[in-house]
């Protein structure tokens, strides 16, 4: 990586839990020296993308909380989404989420929590590989396959996809059936379902999902919620496309 790439790669990594990190550590994360990576540091401590906390460790700094109101208030995704996601929780019952492709992996940007008192964890800014997980096996399957190939297939669980073939005919079958299943890949006791959101030119930019104790899923609901994971994502890309937010759901 050249020096923006690893001050990139610092902001996104002062962004992760536990939220506060040491330079070593951070510099042993992005490959650069102790010295390299506090001088990265104090550019972004300087321009307040950084903060150094009183144990001279460092953590995110105000000026991220402003580009983030302000790609709110401006752009406003969440506002736009969350009445999908909300219809998909209530007629589910589980997490709905949203996420986007950012830096070769699935990030959860925004998301409704379940209301049931047992839920699947989870934030906002986590990341997924696109090899395991509904929303990354869905982001993925629209990608290079050949370029997700020089990635390590690194197991969560036995139930992980950890064969390059096998992943390419998951992302065949996924872009043909139009959704994915995550079935005890990342966690044995959790289950997702998650589609694919298009652009104007049909072209994958986004995906949604639910995430669900496999305890809790029958063969009757996980039919069921397939059909509304892939009914809710069709309606987001049409609605989204033509400006027409929120309409169908009135």
């Known amino acids: 990586m050249n020096s923006a790439e690893k001050t990139a790669a610092l902001l996104k990594l002062l962004g992760l839990a536990p939220y506060v ?15 390299g990576t506090y001088k990265l540091l104090a550019a972004l401590v300087q321009n307040g993308l950084a903060a150094q906390t009183l144990d001279r460790k460092y953590t995110l700094g105000p000026a991220v909380y ?12 969440s506002r736009m989404i ?3 996601l909300i219809r998909l929780r209530d007629l589910t019952g589980e997490n709905a ?17 379940s209301l049931q008192l047992v839920r699947v964890a989870g934030s906002v800014g986590q ?43 998951e992302y065949a079958n996924i872009r043909k059936q139009g959704y994915a299943i995550s079935d005890g ?26 995430g669900a104790p496999r305890m809790r899923v029958d063969d009757a609901k996980r ?28």
């Open 127 to 169: 990341e997924r590989p696109l090899y395991a997980g509904s929303t990354g096996k869905v982001l993925g399957a629209f990608q290079d396959g050949r370029r997700l190939m020089d990635e390590p297939l690194t197991p969560f669980t036995p139930r992980t996809i950890t064969s390059p073939q096998a992943l390419l005919e």
């Open 82 to 84: 969350r009445p999908y």
């Open 185 to 210: 890949e990342l966690n044995i006791e959790t289950i997702g379902i998650g589609a694919p959101v298009r652009d104007e030119s049909g072209s994958v930019w986004a995906a949604i999902s639910i």
């Open 21 to 35: 990190h040491g330079v070593t550590e951070l510099g042993e994360k992005i490959g650069c020296s102790k010295s």
């Open 97 to 113: 989420s949203f996420s986007i492709l950012v830096g070769g992996k699935a990030n959860l940007i925004y998301r409704e929590e």
């Open 66 to 77: 402003i580009l983030g109101k302000t790609y709110e208030d401006r752009i406003g995704l």
């Open 223 to 250: 039919e069921r919620y397939i059909f509304l994971v892939t009914e809710i994502a069709a309606e987001m890309s049409r609605d989204l496309t033509r400006g027409t937010v929120g309409d169908s759901l009135k």
